[in-house]
């Protein structure tokens, strides 16, 4: 089982650019969830699916971001326009029904 | 809603030595309680986990401990060695519900000095 795949692991970028992180969950895992990691908020979550369908985008900042899931191996967030407060680091978690969350290894983003 | 305090923020420890850390929430419906480590540069990894049903659980040189009626659980770890220097996060969530949401402390780093 190679994990839960994010790519890519690190994004440069300038204000106002659009911004997108992939993710590929675990075989089988029919929740996927989207978390910001910063120093000064710790964990967040952002968003979650259940069966490719988002369940809850109440973490989600503001307009600018936005989260997709068109099948069950794979799962985008994008923002646009980038901001220099979106620097972050954006990890990817799976789990099927009743079993402990598996995280990748995250997307360090920073918008200069 | 839940909350979940976590503390020491920062704990530093002889080689050795037991570490332990300690978490509490307010939701008396939670019944789901994992620990989670995070290395430099990776994602959280889980390590242990405990559900309401039992109050003391181990695993090798990591165990953990769970007090419901006072709402508090904790980390212990015993004979530390380098690497387990990282930052530990502890959770909570009612397990039942299958949509369970995990409330996240939040998080110590734990020093091991040689």
């Known amino acids: 089982d190679a994990g839960v795949i994010q790519s890519p692991r690190h994004e440069v970028t300038e204000m106002g650019q659009e911004v997108t992180l992939r993710c590929k969950p675990i075989s089988g895992h029919d929740y996927l969830f989207w978390y910001r990691q910063t120093m000064m908020r710790g964990l967040e979550l952002l968003i979650y699916?259940?069966?490719?369908?988002?369940?809850?985008d109440s973490g989600m900042p503001e307009d600018r971001f936005s989260a997709k899931m068109p099948n069950a191996s794979f799962s985008t967030l994008k923002i646009q326009p980038s901001e220099p407060r979106d620097s972050a680091v954006y990890f990817c978690a799976s789990r099927e029904t009743g079993s402990p969350l598996h995280f990748g290894n995250g997307t360090r983003l920073t918008v200069t | 809603g839940e909350n979940v305090e976590q503390h020491p923020s920062t704990l530093s420890v002889q080689e050795g030595d037991s570490a332990v850390i300690k978490c509490t929430y307010s939701d008396s419906a939670s019944n789901y309680f994992p620990w989670y480590k995070q290395e430099l540069g990776k994602g959280p990894q889980l390590i242990i986990d405990?559900?309401?049903n039992v109050g003391e659980k181990k695993d090798q040189r990591i165990a953990v401990t769970l007090n419901k009626t006072a709402k508090h659980f904790s980390l212990h770890i015993t004979e530390t060695q380098p690497e387990d220097s990282a930052v530990y996060f502890c959770?909570?969530?009612?397990?039942?519900?299958?949509?369970?949401?995990?409330?996240w402390g939040a998080g110590t780093k734990l020093i091991i000095k040689p």
């Open positions: 405990i559900r309401s």
């Open positions: 699916f259940n069966n490719n369908v988002p369940i809850d």
């Open positions: 959770a909570a969530s009612p397990w039942g519900d299958s949509n369970y949401q995990l409330i």
